[in-house]
């Protein structure tokens, strides 16, 4: 018998919105309450349901930003203009309100400390939020560890955006990297570069992975997340370089066009 | 009891359309590619298929012969688990009962549950019954196209009255069992069986 098939459903359960932040022009954060929430890992998501008034009901997943440290669950929302369910989550929701959501889902794209490291990260667009989960995860456990645990979990974010007021999360990204030696952060920005912006300037590819990242000796766990064309490309070009294809872990979000 | 979302419409499908929508779907003219690892890529020349008993004898095939068998043509509705669905995806494959009765005539016997096992280590599980009698196959065409490689290529398993991470990319053995074995996801929190019409996502969904 399939033990996963004594599981328990997962149960719709109500959140309370605490707090909303602004991180971009395209994406805010939704901090919410959600009663006896069973904990989650980070890379994890939920689905969230929106009921019209006549019972008309839509569906969408959205990352877990929030490591499991904290008590509240964070959801970071990115406003697709076509969208269904995502300009409702950006414009119509305030503090205060409820919804409805069910979670956490998805036990592969994941990361623990326990995992080990080296970790490196690549993310295109809002593709960040489940990594940022993961950041945010390690730096609470590291913050009360000592030095010998901190040097053994090295991580290094390659992040790519369209442009320096597209970057998600950059003040906390900034203060992260600062504030530990054994994280580094690189943006690449590949649309409209900041003034005096002496970074990369182009789409991830297999030249930038070799310099921001550990060689396939490391066996650094690798987790990419993005759009389509970039996870694809930059999946491709990992193994091409040499690393294992079941250390590469994959979230792909959008259409087959596309890109970042 | 569902919480009314004040001030949430939402995009109403037509009649027709919202009828082919299984719950919690909405319906998508991309076709969106899921998978969780990078993709892999099989020279034609080293690909082949095979059909394994549960005794381990098997039928083989290379891509030559394989693609030389019978084949169909079937136009499908496809919905995936992350809540897209695909009206008329039209794909041209090999039935599996044609595999499954080629196979017999090498001495590979059927049983009752089946894994697809597939480049990259992607593993998933089906009751033999959803695989025969017309309602699966393995295939190798898209919208009259080679399947190309982001989508399965060069082939993959297609069981479209299922949740689609059952319709297994890079599909390249399909082992027959006597007992039922959780495949990739089925072992990661996702559902077992995932009949999309009853929602079937996540293990413990009825």
């Not at chain 1, 930003?65 to 269904?84: K, N």
């Not at chain 1, 320096?164 to 952060?185: F, G, K, M, Q």
């Amino acid at each position: 018998m399939n033990p996963a098939a004594t599981a328990p459903r997962i149960a719709w359960r109500l959140a309370t919105v605490i707090e909303v932040l602004p991180e971009t022009s395209e994406t805010r954060t939704l901090v919410l309450d959600v009663p006896e929430w069973p904990g989650h890992r980070a890379g994890q998501h939920v689905d969230v349901r929106l009921t019209a008034e006549d019972g008309y009901q839509a569906e969408r997943s959205y990352s877990i930003a929030s490591p499991p440290e904290e008590s509240h669950l964070a959801l970071t929302v990115e406003r697709l203009d076509d969208g269904e369910v995502s300009p409702y989550l950006s414009d119509e929701l305030h503090a205060g309100d409820t919804l409805e959501l069910r979670g956490p889902i998805g036990g592969y794209f994941v990361w623990d400390v326990a995992n080990g490291g080296p970790l490196f990260l690549v993310g295109g667009g809002s593709g960040i939020v489940p990594l940022m989960a993961m950041l945010r995860h390690r730096n609470a456990v590291l913050a009360s560890a000592d030095a010998d645990v901190r040097s053994g979990l090295p991580a290094r974010l390659l992040y790519s955006s369209r442009r320096w007021d597209n970057v998600i999360y950059r003040e906390e990204l900034a203060h992260l990297a600062e504030s530990d030696p054994t994280l580094e952060v690189v943006h690449t920005i590949t649309r409209n570069p900041p003034d005096g912006w002496t970074g990369f300037r182009r789409r991830i590819d297999r030249a930038m992975l070799e310099k921001i990242g550990w060689p396939p000796s490391e066996q650094p766990r690798v987790f990419v997340c993005g759009p389509t064309p970039l996870v694809e490309s930059v999946a491709s070009a990992l193994v091409e370089i040499g690393h294992q294809p079941a250390l590469v872990k994959t979230e792909r979000f959008g259409p087959t066009g596309g890109s970042t | 009891m569902a919480l009314i979302s004040r001030g949430f419409r939402g995009r109403r499908q037509s009649a027709e359309t919202a009828g082919r929508l299984p719950p919690g779907q909405y319906a998508t003219r991309d076709f969106p590619v899921l998978s969780a690892g990078p993709t892999p890529r099989t020279p034609l020349a080293a690909w082949d298929f095979t059909v394994r008993a549960a005794d381990g004898r098997s039928a083989r095939w290379t891509w030559d012969e394989f693609t030389a068998l019978p084949h169909q043509t079937t136009t499908k509705d496809i919905h995936c688990v992350t809540k897209w669905s695909k009206f008329d995806t039209v794909w041209e494959g090999i039935s599996i009962d044609t595999l499954l009765s080629e196979a017999a005539a090498k001495g590979v016997t059927s049983s009752p549950h089946v894994i697809a096992r597939c480049d990259g280590g992607y593993t998933t599980n089906l009751p033999l019954a959803d695989v025969t009698g017309g309602k699966a196959w393995i295939a190798f065409m898209y919208d009259g196209k080679p399947l190309p490689p982001e989508h399965g290529g060069p082939a993959r398993l297609l069981v479209p009255h299922l949740y689609f991470w059952k319709s297994a990319k890079w599909v390249r053995e399909l082992l027959l069992m006597e007992r039922d074995m959780p495949g990739f996801w089925e072992s990661l929190g996702y559902h077992n069986y995932g009949d999309p019409w009853r929602e079937q996502r996540y293990a413990g969904d009825e």
